[in-house]
Nanobody, 121 residues
Framework: QVQLVESGGGLAQAGGSLRLSCAAS????????MGWFRQAPGKEREFVAA????????AYADSVKGRFTISRDNSKNTVYLQMNSLKFEDTAVYLC??????????????WGLGTQVTVSS
């Protein structure tokens, strides 16, 4: 059974940083692409970043490019999202997902429950 558990969310000031982690179990993590998505109240879930199985390829939404960095440690079955220069509009529940290396939400087949990130302006 695939399980994805996010952690590291919380309250940050605008301009600050947070590092999210997603611990995976129940599948061959090192062969799976992973993604981070976010969902703000009243809005649709949106793509944030993706990383391929080896970590050699990454992709970002334009809104976070240059501020966020996705990475993974296959020895720890964990994917990370380093978020710098946070903005108020980054406030959302952040979810990690396992699937294909893509920005398309429907191509991800397993999801975590999410971790709340709140940025104060």
């Amino acid at each position: 059974q695939v399980q994805l558990v996010e952690s590291g969310g919380g309250l940050a000031q605008a301009g600050g940083s947070l590092r999210l982690s997603c611990a995976a179990s129940g599948h061959t993590f090192s062969s799976s692409a992973m993604g981070w998505f976010r969902q703000a109240p009243g809005k649709e879930r949106e793509f944030v970043a993706a990383i391929n199985w080896s970590g050699a390829r990454t992709a970002y939404a334009d809104s976070v490019k240059g501020r966020f960095t996705i990475s993974r440690d296959n020895s720890k079955n964990t994917v990370y999202l380093q978020m710098n220069s946070l903005k108020f509009e980054d406030t959302a529940v952040y979810l990690c997902a396992k699937g294909k290396y893509t920005y398309i939400t429907s191509e991800y087949d397993y999801w975590g429950l999410g971790t709340q990130v709140t940025v104060s302006s």
